[in-house]
């Protein structure tokens, strides 16, 4: 799979160039030439099923969404949404990156796949990241032979800026109500995740490197009660693993003064699940990490959205929350924005 999706990498140079306008047309910002088979559209997407006997190939073009800035994470967003809720990853998902014109950058990557009552496939999933947006195109297919037609789609096809008001939302009144516009600390989940070893800023045993492997995601999740408590919890996944899940799960109190946060567990534990999130085994004893924070709001005008911003007042990386964001405007904090929607 590795040469394959190498192949379409470079093949990705040329995405932008133009396709026939007789056989194109555009869905939202993506003009492409209108591929073979059975056509099917939704309000976030349209896509085109082709089959040979028991071989398939299906085509999806998404609507454009709300970008993180940050090619990589996209790519983890939208694969994570887009593949592993909906199919059962087999393999190791292969990505490549490549910086294309008109300010657009290309994730592509790869992985066998098994869907309950359908023989094995492949999901090929393409990311274009720029101009404050994701958009994504998603290849499905059990046979080679319709190769060819899945590097013509994507070499056809050509993107364009979204205007200004397709942009994200950038008001302050699209923000959770609080205090100055700005959202309430406690009663709603905050969250931030990676999806490379290198960033996961857990360093983990050489025996539990052994176990999660070198690719995957880390998730983080905190969620502050209006009676002082907390509930914490951190999700890592490998590619190399990918039937365990390994939670840090805790709880505890949490303390305001001014603008310091400071938390305190009372229980800490580690935890494997499956996929369905069954417990596997018995859960371990976690570190307990007594934690003072200042803390604070930033509304990102181009995600639409705001953050909380937590810095240590040690000036060092904690445990819990991992390696410091990589936001020049924050480099030695945390940022935690809205989840996903599910």
Known sequence: MKQLVYFLIAGALVVLTPASPAQAETFDLVTFATPAGQRSSGNDHVGFTETAGNAFLQL?????????????????????DLVTRRYRVLGELNTETANLDGGWKLTMGSAPVHAEGTQGFVSMLAVFSGHGVKVSVLVNL?????????????????????????????TVAAAPAGA???????????????????????????????????????????IFNADGTYAFTREFWSMNKYQEYWFHEE?????????????????????LRNKTGQQQGDAMPAERETTTYRFGYHFFEGLGEWNLVLTPTTGQPTQRDGSFSSNELFP?????????AR
Do not use: C, H, M
């Open 142 to 170: 059990n046979d080679q032979r319709f190769q060819p037609k899945v590097d013509a789609f994507l070499e056809s096809i050509q993107l364009r800026e979204p205007p200004p008001q397709a942009a994200p939302a950038t």
């Open 180 to 222: 100055g516009g700005q959202p309430p600390l406690a009663g709603r989940e905050w969250y931030k995740s990676v999806a490379s070893y290198s960033n996961w800023g857990y360093n983990p045993s050489a025996a539990e490197i052994a176990k999660i492997g070198n690719q995957g995601y880390t998730r983080w999740s905190y």
């Open 251 to 271: 709880t505890g109190a949490y303390r305001v003064a001014g603008d310091t946060l400071t938390v305190t567990p009372r229980t800490a534990r580690r935890i």
């Open 332 to 340: 030695t904090s945390y940022l935690f924005g809205p989840p996903p």
């Open 60 to 80: 999806a073009v998404y609507r454009s969404a709300p970008g993180s800035g940050d090619a990589a994470r996209d790519f983890a967003a939208e694969w994570d």
